[in-house]
């Protein structure tokens, strides 16, 4: 064990410098402008920080954010996640006047997760040892109309393997945090890109056999919060820059994977290219064949795509079917008895559900009565409603009317009329003979 600690010793000490430190600084945001290396890395040396300083102008009226991506490449080195760390800090000074700010930076590994966005970004770049430097308290730091000096520190691991190493300095703001950024060669009126294989690419046709070179920022999402209605589910995002001009119609083809899409529940045949404006996402001009979506553009831009939630066509109208055996003789050599069925006769079956009643609405519709929906179902004049029932209203009943009630009821009795009806009779009988004995008494 003491001879492995001593070794390990001696080998530190006699580690001479891995590499000399090769910076870059690039301009990939379009507001931040002059990119300049004041101060390069030092010889990388394992567990030695080294510094490097850049500048940048900004001329933009509103504060802006700014995340840094510091790259590390070295050819056929495998790098390890512990390889490299870091920390940083913007000063940014307004052009005109004293003011100024002094903003520290962290640097981390992906995957990493911006807490004022919501964004995470992992870097895809293949042998390249990738950090995001970034404000975790504030996203918009760099001043209006400044010049802005940026320090970045690497700390190489004590276990750095020597090798020659590469860095850029990435200045990403506005739009987001690319994850490809390929100049893309366009001959004969052909070019492609490709993103994640063996689905996700790039073509482009361009009209005629031209040739020209295009810049292409690729981006899984972007700060730009903003989404269409319609389809509010964001595919992936491009940055066109053309260095040189084109003319017509350029067609682009994005190649997407179809699984993917449906295990997110997403439509695959919803997918569509839109403009960002500066406010807004624009339909474009684009639709999908197979496993692509196409757009026809006539100049670059920030495009999106975008689709909506995949929702199931509804259910198809249930039919019965029913078939009629017709049995034909077939004569030949021997009788022959072939069952043949006749076309299938659809059916369908159609169940029409009266509307439900509503009370109240001043219709008495079918289950409303007088008494669980007065308001509707209203009895008439001189009725009331006696269980769920319109009855006449029966009037009280008074003495007299009780003894005039009787003699009604008794001479509508047949047999107490007859019998008045005798006594009537006999009564007028009896006057008359009274009044002709009295003339003949006279006479």
């Known amino acids: ?50 510094t490097a300083k850049v500048s940048f102008k900004y001329i933009g009226n509103e504060w802006a954010p700014l995340v840094v991506r510091v790259n590390v490449s070295s050819e056929g080195y495998t790098f390890s996640e512990d390889d490299f760390s870091g920390y940083g800090s913007l000063l940014t000074k307004a052009l005109i006047g004293p003011v100024e700010h002094l903003i520290n ?11 004022q966005t919501g964004d995470t970004f992992e870097s895809s770049l293949p042998q390249i040892f990738t950090l995001y430097c970034y404000s975790p308290d504030y996203f918009y730091i760099v001043m209006p109309d400044s010049l802005n000096n940026l ?13 020659q190493f590469n860095f850029t300095i990435e200045l990403m703001t506005d739009i987001g945090v690319p994850i490809l950024e390929p100049n893309i060669t366009i001959e004969n009126g ?20 031209q040739n020209l070179s295009v810049k292409t920022l690729v981006y899984s999402s972007i700060f730009y919060k903003k989404v269409p209605s319609d389809r509010p589910y964001s595919l992936i995002f491009f940055d066109f820059r053309n260095s040189t001009p084109f003319n017509g119609t350029a067609q682009i083809r994005y190649y997407f994977d179809p699984e993917l899409i449906e295990s997110k529940g997403w439509d695959k045949n919803n997918i569509r290219f839109y403009r960002f404006d500066g406010a807004n996402w624009i339909l474009m001009n684009s639709g999908v064949i197979d496993n692509y979506v196409w757009v026809n553009l ?7 795509v975008f689709t909506s939630f995949y929702y199931p066509p509804a259910p198809a109208p249930i039919y019965t079917t029913y078939s009629y055996p017709t049995y034909v003789t077939v004569q030949n050599i021997t009788n022959v008895t072939q069952n043949i069925t006749q076309p299938e006769r659809i059916i369908e079956k159609t169940v029409v559900k009266p509307p439900e009643a509503v009370c109240g609405n001043g219709y008495c519709e079918s289950g409303e009565t007088c008494g669980n929906c007065p308001e509707d179902c209203v009895c008439p004049a001189g009725t009331e409603c006696k269980q769920n029932v319109c009855v006449a209203i029966t009037p009280p009943v008074s003495p007299i ?21 005798l006594v009537v009779i006999a009564i007028i009988l009896t006057i008359y003979r009274i009044k002709f004995l009295t003339i003949k008494k006279k006479i």
């Open 151 to 163: 320090s970045i520190t690497l700390l190489p691991n004590i276990a750095l393997i020597p090798a």
């Open 190 to 209: 052909f070019g492609n890109l490709s993103i994640n294989p063996p689905y996700e690419k790039l073509e482009f046709y361009f009209e005629g056999s």
């Open 105 to 115: 930076l962290t640097c981390e590994k992906p995957p990493i997760t911006f807490a």
């Open 298 to 304: 006539t100049r670059f831009s920030l495009y999106g």
């Open 401 to 421: 009317g009780a003894i005039t009630g009787a003699i009604v009821a008794g001479l509508t009795n047949p047999v107490v009329a007859g019998l008045l009806a």
């Open 1 to 50: 064990m003491k001879k492995l600690i001593l070794f390990a010793l001696v080998s530190l000490l006699v580690i001479p410098a891995l590499a000399k430190a090769q910076l870059a600084c690039d301009e990939t945001s379009y507001p931040f402008r002059l990119c300049q290396v004041v101060q390069n890395f030092t010889d990388v040396t394992a567990g030695n920080p080294s």
